[in-house]
């Protein structure tokens, strides 16, 4: 692929952005909308942490200078003693269906294991995001298996397919 994607920090002026992935109906196509919710959240974690925490963080997706995106990862605990990262992605209409999907997440779960000592990065997408479950398979992930009604969108419950990436795979 010619076109070859990096994650960065988040800057300032990327607020604009991220706030439009997050609160236009439009930017956001059929399977990111999720209505109206805490418009300020993204300002307020730029200001407390500049979006790098130690129980999660925001990086842009970045195409040869030019922001197409965000990827971001939490903290989800699974033991008393363990935890993994949860990941997430959002990318701009025009930068979709062109392979940076699975590039940006594949760059995620490798600075993850890098930087972390955490041997589970896993993802979550609605069943019928098609696109999205072949990103993440694009990028190493595994399918681990339907989750029944666990995302309320659109005015109905639907369901959602859980893949992960563990530090122990080859991809990794």
Not at 36 to 42: A, P
Not at 50 to 74: E, F, K, P, S
Not at 121 to 126: D, N, P
Request: net charge neutral; glycine share 12%; with cysteine.
């Amino acid at each position: 692929m010619a076109d070859e994607i990096t994650l960065r920090p988040v800057r300032e002026d990327d607020l604009d952005m991220l706030d439009r992935l997050a609160y236009d109906p439009e930017m956001n196509g059929e399977f990111g909308w999720f209505g109206w919710f805490d418009v300020r959240r993204w300002r307020r974690r730029w200001d407390e942490n500049g979006m790098l925490g130690q129980d999660g963080g925001t990086l842009i997706v970045d195409l040869g200078g030019v922001r197409v995106g965000m990827v971001n990862w939490r903290r989800q605990q699974t033991t008393p003693a363990a935890y993994c990262w949860e990941i997430g992605i959002a990318l701009v209409p025009g930068a979709r269906g062109q392979g940076y999907g699975a590039q940006a997440q594949r760059l995620l779960a490798r600075y993850l294991f890098a930087n972390t000592t955490v041997h589970r990065v896993w993802a979550a997408t609605e069943a019928g995001n098609i696109a999205e479950q072949k990103a993440l398979e694009k990028a190493g992930f595994t399918r681990e298996g339907v989750m029944r009604g666990v995302g309320w969108r659109d005015g109905a419950w639907r369901d959602g397919v859980a893949y992960s990436l563990l530090r122990t795979d080859t991809q990794a």
